[in-house]
């Protein structure tokens, strides 16, 4: 499979949309042939890098049709088309743009690269020199950004961000001139907006000891923060901005308020609320559009499933027999994408409304 370099290259699949098992390996096999990644995938890390969700598996799969939805919420009975990269171990999608191009990540014989599905298409993305690639976020203009980790790099591994723009990386990681290569040890980039603005979060120590949502508007960023009680964390500070409205007026995200919970928020022309899917104390919101429709995830049943708010009440999104169901992106049209895990593997998925 060809990667792109500098520019992208596009190689045609025609199973895009047909249900086609991939090969199974353990979870743990996965994550050991990345770079080493600081204790990325420890505890509620596990939802912000892509192929920490690999290992989301609770012990037995349970059928959709067995979950009730709690009360006030509906189920989404509509039909999921899957998403697998042929020859890949474990495929995730997770941002979507106004055309229905979708970007993500698999993994194959051991190292994960980014790609881009466009017309039908995959492309492989690869930030140059990287030992991993993850693609997280695509506007109109088919701007895409996404994360990468390189070996070796001074300081510790963690992950860094990129921008690729008609068909050029640009290294988007936010500076910090006290670390040895003079950016944070960990930054990451989830989507970008129709203006080119862009969301995420980073860490100053580690993976969990602070987590600071920013918006990045060329050159210039807005942190963001809110208390946390989470054990060991020196700064008290948990937030990961996730999604943006068009016009930037509008952002969702996460934050873990204590330990073992986690909430989504709302910050809508500089007002802060919370998203709570009813009935569990762990809820995350990863993207929104310009109507108010957010997607995102939650807790419930001993399980985690996906879900949608579109100002009528919550949705539940569960893909039949998975055993976890996340939504990471939702488009203007209302089209959404996550990632699903059944008993063959890590898949992605979309859902046209």
């Known amino acids: 499979m060809q990667t792109a370099s500098g520019f992208l290259r596009r190689f045609a699949v025609a199973i895009l949309f047909a249900i086609s098992l991939i090969s199974g ?12 990644m600081d204790g990325m995938c420890d505890e509620d890390m596990v939802w912000m890098i892509g192929w920490c969700l690999d290992m989301v598996m609770p012990g037995d799969s349970v059928e959709v049709a067995a979950l009730a939805a709690p009360s006030g919420t509906t189920a989404f009975t509509g039909a999921f088309d899957l998403i697998n990269v042929p020859g890949a171990t474990a495929t995730r999608a997770f941002g979507i743009n106004p055309q229905g191009d979708i970007v993500g990540s ?5 190292m994960t690269h980014g790609f ?3 017309d ?46 008609q068909g050029e990386f640009r290294d988007i990681s936010l500076p910090n001139p006290n670390r040895p290569d003079g950016k944070h040890l960990i930054t990451l980039p989830t989507k970008i907006g129709a203006s080119g603005e862009i969301v995420g979060c980073y860490h100053n120590v580690s ?30 500070v948990s937030a990961m901005h996730n999604g943006v409205a068009a016009g ?8 873990f308020p204590i330990a073992g919970q986690s909430r989504g928020y709302v910050v809508s022309n500089g007002v802060l609320s ?22 995102g995830q939650y807790d419930g049943g001993g399980r985690t499933h996906g879900f949608y708010w579109d100002g009528n009440g ?24 996550g990632v699903y895990n059944d008993a063959a593997g890590t898949h992605g998925f979309v859902v046209r409304r």
């Open 25 to 36: 390996r353990h979870a743990m096999s996965l994550v050991s042939a990345q770079e080493p």
């Open 106 to 110: 698999y993994t194959a014989g051991g």
């Open 116 to 118: 881009l599905l466009q």
């Open 248 to 255: 930037g007026n509008t952002i969702v995200g996460l934050t």
């Open 314 to 337: 919550f949705v539940a999104l569960d893909v039949p027999n998975s055993s976890m169901t996340v939504a990471r992106g939702v488009n203007p049209r209302g089209d959404i994408v």
């Open 274 to 295: 919370y998203l709570d899917f009813p009935g569990s104390t762990f809820s995350q919101a990863w993207d929104v559009t310009s109507t108010g429709t957010i997607v």
């Open 120 to 165: 039908r298409e995959f492309t492989t993305i690869d930030y140059p020199g990287a030992s991993s690639t993850e693609a997280w976020g695509i506007n109109a203009r088919g701007d895409i950004i996404g994360r990468y980790t390189v070996a070796g790099r001074p300081g510790g591994t963690g992950t860094l961000g990129f921008l690729l723009r």
């Open 207 to 236: 993976a969990m000891a602070d987590m600071f949502g920013y918006v990045q508007r060329g050159d210039r960023v807005e942190a963001f923060g809110l208390t946390s009680t989470l054990p060991g964390s020196a700064v008290g």
